[in-house]
C-alpha cells in the first residue's frame, strides 16, 4: 500500500523586512516559498533568489499555517519534533515546540482595547498549541485508519496520486484553517502537512517468540473540540 505524494520536511526560515521564505533543506528542490508580509502573497520563487538576502535564518520542521488577528497577520511554525516511530517505512513525529511569528514589528497602531483583545487571542493560539499531542508525518496519512487507507487503495479512483494534505480525513486536520490559504495554490501543496490532534503510540512487541509493531492512534475531531478522544 503507497502512501506517496511526500509533502518538504526539514525547512529553514528566512525573515526579512519584506517577506518570510519557507526554504527546503532536505532533496533536490529548486523552489522557496515567498511569503509577503504586506499582503500575504505566496508565490515559489527561484532557491537562487534568496542564496544571498541577509535575513535572519532559523530551521524549522514544519509549517503550521497563517492566522490573522487584530495586530496582523502571524506566521505558525513547528520548531522542534521528535519521532515517534515508523509506519510502512514512514517516520511519525511529534511537534515538541512551535513559534507564533508576527508579520509586523509593533502593534501601536491598534487602540488600547484592540491591543488587550490581541493578547487574549494570541494567548488562545498558545494554550491550544502547547497541549501535548501534535503529531503529522511528511508521508503517511495518520488521519485514516489502517482500514480505511486499505479500502481507498483498493478503489483505483487515484487517491493516492492526491498530495498528502488533500486526501487528509478534514476532521482531524487542526491546522486546516490555518493553511487554507496556501492549500488553494495546488504549487504550494510540498509546504502543506495535516496537523493531527490525539495520542499515538508505536511500540515492537514479542508474541510466543514472534515480533509484531503495534501501532495505536486515536484522533481527536476538531469539531468536536472538548475532551473527547475520535478513534
Not at 503495534?214 to 475531531?221: A, D, K, N, Q, V
Request: charge should be positive; proline fraction near 3%.
Amino acid at each position: 500500500m503507497s502512501t506517496s505524494s511526500r509533502a518538504s520536511s526539514r525547512l529553514q526560515l528566512i525573515s526579512t523586512d519584506d517577506c518570510f521564505y519557507l526554504v527546503p533543506t532536505s532533496g533536490n528542490i529548486d523552489k522557496v516559498l515567498e511569503i509577503m508580509k504586506f499582503d500575504c502573497q505566496l508565490q515559489l520563487v527561484d532557491r537562487s533568489k534568496v542564496s544571498a538576502i541577509n535575513g535572519e535564518r532559523r530551521d524549522c520542521q514544519l509549517l503550521i499555517g497563517l492566522i490573522r488577528l487584530l495586530g496582523g497577520p502571524y506566521l505558525l511554525i513547528g520548531t522542534q519534533h521528535r519521532l515517534v516511530g515508523i509506519i510502512n517505512g514512514h517516520e511519525i513525529y511529534q511537534m515538541t515546540n512551535y513559534d507564533v511569528i508576527p508579520f509586523v514589528k509593533s502593534t501601536l497602531h491598534l487602540t488600547q482595547s484592540q491591543e488587550r483583545d490581541n493578547r487574549v487571542y494570541l494567548a488562545m493560539i498558545h494554550r491550544v498549541l502547547d497541549t501535548a499531542g501534535f503529531y503529522y508525518s511528511y508521508s503517511y496519512d495518520i488521519t485514516h485508519t489502517k482500514q480505511r487507507l486499505h479500502q481507498l487503495s483498493t478503489d483505483n479512483n487515484g487517491f493516492y496520486q492526491l498530495p498528502l494534505f488533500n486526501r487528509a480525513d478534514e476532521r482531524f486536520v487542526w491546522n486546516s484553517h490555518l493553511l487554507r490559504e496556501f492549500v488553494a495554490q495546488p504549487e504550494l501543496d510540498q509546504f502543506c502537512v495535516p496537523l493531527l490532534h490525539g495520542f499515538i503510540s508505536i511500540k515492537n512487541i514479542t508474541i510466543n517468540g514472534k515480533l509484531f509493531t503495534f501501532h495505536l492512534i486515536s484522533r481527536r475531531s476538531w469539531h468536536r473540540a472538548g475532551n473527547i478522544i475520535r478513534y
